[in-house]
């Protein structure tokens, strides 16, 4: 028997405890090729709100009444399969519960690099390659750039922040609240903004940009998209990662004046990290690098228990993160 | 004595006869190193629309109560500068006038290839120039792409059909109302939209291109950018050019859903024409050759007479033009 997590309706807007429930499941019996996992970390993000709609996306659905799929660690507590045994750490997307089963294709057996296993669900896996590859990929950004970043003190944020001052870049950082914003320059940020301050975004930015941004990477989308473009120099690169600011509307913000991005010879590069999959071996190996040596820090918020995991899911939208936000069983 | 057209006040929506004023205007004596010019084309732009507000701009303002510059092919009366002699034919931006008196260095004498000489206002300038760097290198458009190109029967429209079905082309075009719709099949694209006839546009799109676009020339902007963008497929590449939906308006539309552009890895790359002024000569002989051979044609709207100018470009926003609008004296 195994606990997990279901989601037992859509919400319209901010998801709250009423769309889940924690729920008893069985566990298949262990087949041929088959291992069992007992999960010590899971991840929740943003994207994930993007599952819990019916319909159509660039990810499927969730489905409701059934349990969860999410990124996790967990150890291999039985194999029946050759390429893993009991005591083997492994990634997986058999997230939001305990233990699972399944077929051993689906758990990968940890690459031996000195990092912390709760790494493989930031900086070393999908939040930090998402940072990476949008950064250095999708918007090109080189040493000698300005950069803003927004949601800097999220996950993907702070690893975006982190990895533009290791490439020799200037960073600016918005985020919600002079405790927030203490914690981004903590991390490297030469400036930041508070977007919770009194003001516009573009007062905020052009102040602490008088000479204009080359590059933005967007967490955001709405305000702080359209302040990006009022503020950028001819030329600049914008790698546009996601859109927090609309995840819990039924219609995002719009970008108001795309004529900018012609005067402004701005190209706006959006992005999915599945493109980048060819290049992961050389993400890990540049990153654990980075993390072995102390140049990047794993920051992670972390909620105790699988009990957890909606309530940590929920604080990806009311700011309650600095850095990753992970769950441990 | 020359005459010369004046902006005598900045229209706030829709430009017409009461913004601007024939006058009579002095020119000065022939100093050393001037030329006097004879204007025989001149040609009226979208872009001139962005000169006519007060204020910052890509491009200065035109001065109120002052001639308008614009582009122009004239033919030397008299030189008093070593470069140029009577009868040489010349490009120059002293247009919206008869006459013009001015140093050598402001008129360019025109290169030595077989093309007529109103085709320096159209294909083998701005307008050709403005289509062929576009699709070619700020959408990076390739053969076997499937590209939607916005008011394909205007000036830079129709160039991008053209050169778009020469380099091996797919080619959606849109346009307003039957007769240029079929105007712009005539001038070689596979299918068109009629942008007035009933329906979204994005179920217009979706209608001819059930695949898909993978590329977008944007001249609108508005409800054509919202659709090209519904309608992309994953990595789609759109060269941002004009917004002539939002010309006339002070609030230009905004781009409706941002998320499309990262749920579809899209690139929206805005451009102005002088990025690529180091590669026009190369430019020029390609499209010299493809208009002598025949493969691609200018295809100007000619109005008569100077005293036609403003009409010519209030026609650019009321759909008179198929192709280049140009004014011959």
């Given at each position: ?19 889940f ?65 009991a ?16 077929p ?80 981004v ?25 008088p ?52 005067k ?45 995991a ?20």
């Amino acid at each position: 028997m195994a606990r997990a997590w279901q989601l037992t309706s859509y919400p319209t807007d901010m998801p709250g405890p009423e769309h889940f429930a924690l729920v008893d499941v069985d566990l298949p019996p262990l087949g041929e090729g088959d291992v069992h996992v007992r999960n010590s970390w899971i991840s929740v993000d943003p994207y994930m709100r993007g599952r819990m709609r019916p319909g159509e996306s660039y990810i499927p659905s969730f489905e409701l009444d059934t349990p969860m799929e999410g990124t996790a660690v967990g150890v291999v507590v039985e194999s029946r399969a050759p390429g893993l045994k009991a005591g083997d750490t492994v990634l997986h997307s058999q997230g939001w519960r305990d233990e699972a089963v399944g077929p051993a294709e689906a758990f990968e057996k940890l690459p031996d690099l000195p990092v912390p296993p709760e790494s493989w669900l930031g900086l070393m896996f999908a939040t930090g390659a998402t940072a990476y590859f949008g950064l250095l990929h999708a918007a090109g950004a080189k040493a000698g750039d300005v950069v803003f970043v927004s949601a800097a003190a999220g996950g993907v944020g702070s690893a975006v922040v982190q990895i533009a001052k290791i490439k020799g870049m200037t960073v600016i950082g918005s985020a919600g609240g002079p405790e927030k914003c203490a914690f981004v320059r903590q991390i490297g940020a030469d400036a930041t903004i508070d977007y919770k301050a009194p003001g516009t975004m573009e007062d905020k930015l052009r102040a602490v940009a008088p000479d204009g941004i080359s590059v933005y990477f967007d967490n955001v989308g709405g305000d702080h998209l359209d302040a990006a473009i009022a503020c950028a120099n001819y030329g600049a690169r914008f790698a546009l990662c996601g859109g927090i600011a609309g995840y819990n509307m039924d219609t995002p913000p719009p970008l108001r004046n795309p004529m900018e991005i012609i005067k402004s010879g701005l190209t706006l590069r959006g992005y999915l990290l599945y493109e980048y999959m060819d290049q992961l071996a050389g993400f890990r190996t540049e990153m654990a690098g980075w993390i072995s040596d102390g140049r990047i820090r794993s920051v992670d918020t972390i909620f105790e228990g699988l009990e957890q995991a909606p309530a940590a899911f929920f604080g990806l939208f009311t700011g309650r993160n600095t850095g990753k936000m992970v769950v441990r069983l």
